[in-house]
């Protein structure tokens, strides 16, 4: 087999393998446990990995062309980043738990009949219902939004930071700068494809749980306090 061949099919099945890394799979599922149904928590692997594969591709393809190792200084810095962005996602998912624990259910809720702008909750002879307004669909289109932008930029500091040890395989596989960039390319695709089938795998319990009140707010808890514990741990090996 043409060596660029060869070297293309083993990026393409790194890129599977690189998707699994522990602190990619708990950056993701702390996003993807937001998610209420299925494509939504599958569309989220699927951003990460674009967003990782860009920043690796252009920062993998610049430190191909001139021929040196990234710094460890800076791979340090940018492992550290992760380390910081898993904290904080965690942060913020435990924040969304105590606000859903917090919150009052909607069977409980006093009866409101404005109708204008928002959703109207009704608890006339039996159980309360809602009706979802137009700003209620925006909200939900809104945190889609977010969701998908969150998952787009997670990944791509997580491709920033996988740089180092990636342009390092690459140099040691191909040594032209088309067959790099071909690397890189295909690596990347074999990372969306890992990644969008994982989320993908997780999404479906997830949606599940979600619809269940307790057990929403148990596993956001849980993933809030994974990613937090996760991100300390990985900083502390950095820099012991």
């Known amino acids: 087999m043409d060596p660029i061949a060869s070297a293309v099919l083993l990026g393409f099945v790194l890129g599977l393998q690189h998707a699994t890394d522990p602190d990619h799979v708990v950056a993701v599922a702390t996003i993807v446990t937001r998610e209420r149904r299925f494509l939504a928590g599958a569309r989220v692997g699927m951003l990460w990995g674009l967003g990782h594969t860009i920043t690796l591709a252009i920062a993998g393809t610049g430190v191909v062309a001139l021929g040196a190792a990234v710094p460890v200084r800076v791979a340090t810095g940018l492992e550290l980043l992760v380390a910081a962005m898993l904290v904080a996602l965690g942060a913020v998912r435990l924040r969304e738990a105590a606000r859903g624990i917090l919150a009052v259910p909607p069977e409980r809720r006093v009866a409101d009949h404005a109708h204008g702008g928002r959703a109207a909750v009704h608890a ?27 998952a787009l930029l997670v990944g791509a500091v997580h491709g920033m930071a996988g740089t180092a040890a990636v342009a390092l395989l690459v140099l040691a596989t191909v040594d032209t700068l088309t067959g790099a960039a071909l690397y890189l390319g295909v690596f990347g695709l074999g990372t ?41 741990w990985y900083a502390a090996r950095l820099v012991v």
């Open 124 to 150: 006339h002879h039996g159980p309360a219902h809602v009706h979802p307004s137009a700003a209620l669909l925006g909200a939900w289109r809104g945190e889609a939004r977010a969701a998908g932008l969150r």
């Open 192 to 232: 969306i494809a890992g990644m969008t089938a994982l989320t993908a795998v997780m999404a479906y319990p997830a949606a599940r749980i979600a619809r269940l009140r307790r057990a929403r707010d148990a596993m956001a808890v849980a993933s809030g306090l994974a990613a937090i514990g996760f991100g300390c």
